[in-house]
């Protein structure tokens, strides 16, 4: 089916993406302190290990941190212009980092690098030795735009590499949001059309969107064949963001999303057992699933999940 969005269309399914991204980030930081490794499959760090599977949560208010911050700037973008003007987001990260929201240090550079005057060409290519940075950040933070360009995956696809290169010069970082934003597209198209993809199906869909030189493309591909499989194992192929790189985050959180596509708790659930970067992990997979649930809704974002979230900047239109 061919469509066209209205702007004001896009921009509800771009914030029911975001209210999903936010809430699977603040609540998968509860489960997510630094420098601890978890066991896949550890009941001690599942939500859901209460009596009879009664969800037992943290209390509220669930703090964001960097991922949520930087999606709010994304949305913003969309919301001003309908479209990513690198500069003017380049310049949105570095003026509204907030240090205690958990950013990395080398996000830290970059953006104090942009905010100092040097230009954001430079100053993304400076990463890790002239490599660019290969880290999950630009994925973490695409899932709206996805939603936002639900009509056409491959406006996703130049939007997020858009969006990417500002802060990561490396392909795999670029490729790691261009998947995102493709799965949150094709998810958002979905709920429109009414029909829920197969998981083999919908990431294919992403995988044909990417470069087939890269590892987040050939993880893409694994996490086909590893559908059906249980969490560790599928943990231990593609990994759980505990290494922070676009190659070790994106594959398993799209398998997540793609499993979970109608049920946004036990999308989340299966980050927060997998362990690793639980909270840029919720905050992916959370922001493709609610692209397809909604917020509120029978597998969406619940109403309580939400209130318990920290409320997002007052800058947000």
Do not use: K
Not at 56 to 70: G, R
Not at 138 to 146: H, K
Not at 274 to 296: L, S
């Amino acid at each position: 089916m061919s469509f066209t969005l209205f702007a004001d269309a896009r921009l509800a399914l771009a914030r029911d993406s975001l209210a999903g991204l936010s809430t699977g980030d603040a609540l998968g930081e509860r489960y997510a302190p630094p420098a601890t490794a978890v066991v896949p499959g550890d009941d001690a760090l599942d939500p859901w290990a209460g009596p009879s599977g009664a969800a037992i949560l943290p209390p509220a208010p669930w703090a964001w941190t960097d991922d949520t911050e930087m999606a709010c700037s994304v949305v913003a973008e969309l919301a001003a212009s309908g479209t990513i003007d690198r500069d003017r987001l380049a310049l949105a990260f570095a003026e509204r980092c907030d240090a205690r929201r958990g950013y990395g240090a080398g996000a830290m550079l970059i953006l104090r690098l942009i905010r100092t005057g040097t230009p954001w060409p430079v100053a993304a290519a400076s990463a890790f030795d002239g490599q660019g940075s290969c880290g999950n950040g630009a994925a973490m933070r695409v899932g709206p735009l996805g939603a936002y360009f639900a009509d056409s995956t491959a406006r996703a696809a130049a939007q997020a590499r858009a969006s990417a290169e500002v802060t990561h010069a490396h392909p795999e970082g670029i490729a790691g949001a261009v998947a995102v934003a493709v799965a949150a597209a094709l998810a958002a198209r979905a709920r429109l059309d009414g029909h829920r993809p197969a998981p083999a199906r919908l990431l294919a869909g992403v995988a044909a969107a990417l470069d087939a030189g890269t590892e987040v493309h050939r993880g893409l591909h694994r996490g086909i064949g590893l559908l059906g499989r249980p969490l560790p194992r599928v943990v231990a192929a593609l990994g759980n963001g505990a290494r922070v790189t676009a190659q070790d985050t994106v594959a398993f959180t799209l398998w997540v999303a793609a499993n979970h596509l109608d049920d946004y708790p036990a999308a989340i659930r299966a980050c927060v057992r997998a362990g690793g970067d639980v909270d840029t992990t919720a905050a992916i997979a959370g922001a493709v699933v609610a692209a397809y649930t909604g917020v509120g809704t029978p597998g969406g974002v619940p109403d309580a999940w939400l209130a318990a979230r920290e409320p997002l900047p007052a800058w947000l239109p």
